[in-house]
């Protein structure tokens, strides 16, 4: 096949207007294309008079090789590459011990998956709840406020990436596109095709959760199996060689390979590991808010009269600063048309995520607004950036009065350092509700004196962020 990149497009586009431009730039009659596929759809709105849709597609004909040579010196025609994916092995028959994968989560559901697809009848050991029961507990937190420490937005089949709508692009490179492996499992677990090739795709909370369950059933069609409840509380391992893991209900399973897919808020887990003797090193975080604005006003400021068109949808943006005391700040997790939710995992510390549906018709945005700490910050060993998080995360308890409330302050006093006492523009999305007052204590000096110079930064790129609420 062969791929064409740049091709550009009036947003209003026909449908067959995408044909023509290939025929016209392979310079081939219509007799000639076998047939095409998209394999991206971005936008370019740096022009908001002038809009226009990118394609990048991969063509069939049967001119090809012709046709390479003929456009070898442009680089926007090439040979499409080889996108398939294809497994290191298969199990031999007498492959001994059934590996294990500890998690659920995006991580330990594709690696159970990929196990299951080699032959391998992996054993899958989650410590919470299935998405569908998991979902009953979450959403009994966000509406009346009762916890369950091993069932929430963060422990549970589909792990924390089911209630953060299931963003699917990153900013690694992946020249094994290892990435459409992952987005077509997705799509044949039931995710909408346009995955596959629109700009940023997602999926959505609650269409993520009938996608996972049929993640697991194709995993159990292969001989894998999944067991929910079930926590590791600890790992037996001999010399340098792992036997088998223990759950707390005192069962001992048996096996030379396991996957620890654990997740970053199983913090039980990871001091289970220090504790054995397990290498660990600590890593680079952020900390920082969560922001929300009118959906309305993110369109404006990227769309300008074209806000509102189908094919553009709910915009987002990404934004960064670096800051004087040598800080970075920037958005994170931006979520169109959606809502701040609570994603507490532990009982007393107060944790708030993004989330949106698949229609991002949500009223307002929101992204985090973090600032990038390393381990210098805290230099107490390898587990003491878990010990600063669970430090935070009580903090924003205290401030939000204790009761799984998010503390939250207007923007503009946010700036002028003077507590908030009324709502401005915005309302708040959070579920159990806020506290309004002053979030000046809830982060170190150097994270808040970070924020405080970039929001006017930001504020400048898209017109009305002062004024708006900060989480």
């Not at 992204?367 to 230099?379: H, L, M």
Request: aromatic residues 8%; proline residues 6%; contains cysteine.
């Amino acid at each position: 096949m062969i791929r064409l990149s740049e091709i550009k497009l009036p947003l209003d586009h026909a449908e067959p207007a995408l044909q023509e431009a290939i025929l016209e730039k392979l310079r081939i009659s219509a007799s000639e294309l076998t047939g095409y596929t998209i394999f991206k759809r971005s936008y370019d709105a740096r022009k908001k008079s002038n809009i226009i849709l990118v394609y990048i597609v991969d063509v069939k004909t049967p001119k090809e090789k012709a046709l390479i040579q003929q456009f070898k010196k442009d680089p926007h025609v090439t040979l499409a590459p080889d996108m398939a994916y294809h497994p290191v092995t298969q199990a031999p028959k007498d492959f001994g011990d059934r590996p294990i994968v500890i998690g659920t989560g995006p991580c330990g559901m594709f690696a159970g998956l990929l196990l299951a697809q080699m032959g391998f009848r992996p054993i899958l050991l989650e410590r919470g709840k299935s998405v569908r029961d998991r979902s009953v507990d979450t959403f009994g937190f966000w509406l009346k406020k009762r916890l369950n420490p091993e069932s929430n937005a963060q422990f549970g089949e589909g792990g924390a990436g089911t209630f953060s709508d299931g963003k699917l692009y990153s900013q690694v490179r992946d020249p094994k596109h290892y990435g459409r492996k992952v987005l077509s499992e997705l799509v044949n677990a039931g995710a909408a095709p346009e995955i596959l090739y629109i700009n940023k795709p997602h999926i959505g909370t609650y269409r993520l959760v009938k996608i996972v369950q049929n993640l697991r059933a194709t995993i159990e069609q292969l001989g894998g199996e999944i067991r929910f409840q079930c926590c590791v509380e600890d790992i037996d391992i001999d010399g340098a060689q792992v036997r088998g893991v223990r759950l707390d209900s005192g069962e001992y399973i048996a096996s030379s390979q396991v996957v620890l897919a654990v997740g970053h808020s199983a913090r039980d887990t990871f001091q289970m590991l220090w504790d054995r003797g397990v290498y660990i090193e600590p890593k680079p975080f952020s900390i920082g808010f969560r922001i929300e604005h009118p959906q309305s006003l993110i369109d404006q400021s990227r769309f300008g009269a074209q806000a509102g068109h189908t094919r553009l949808g709910s915009a987002d943006y990404k934004l960064v600063h670096h800051c004087e005391n040598g800080r970075t700040v920037y958005s994170f997790c931006m979520c169109p048309g959606g809502k701040v939710v609570a994603a507490a995992s532990e009982p007393g510390r107060l944790v708030t995520n993004g989330m949106s549906e698949y229609a991002r018709d949500e009223s307002n945005a929101n992204s985090a607004i973090v600032v990038g700490i390393t381990p210098e910050d805290y230099p107490d060993g390898p587990l003491a950036g878990v010990a600063l998080q669970r430090s935070l995360e009580e903090r924003a308890f205290e401030l939000g009065g204790g009761t799984y409330e998010a503390p939250a302050q207007l923007v503009g006093d946010f700036l002028a350092d003077r507590p908030s006492t009324a709502f401005g523009q915005v309302y708040p999305s959070y579920k159990p509700g806020v506290t309004l007052g002053s979030l000046s204590s809830s982060l170190p000096d150097y994270a808040i004196a970070a924020i405080r110079e970039a929001i006017p930064v930001f504020d400048q790129r898209f017109v009305g962020l002062r004024w708006r609420r900060l989480f």
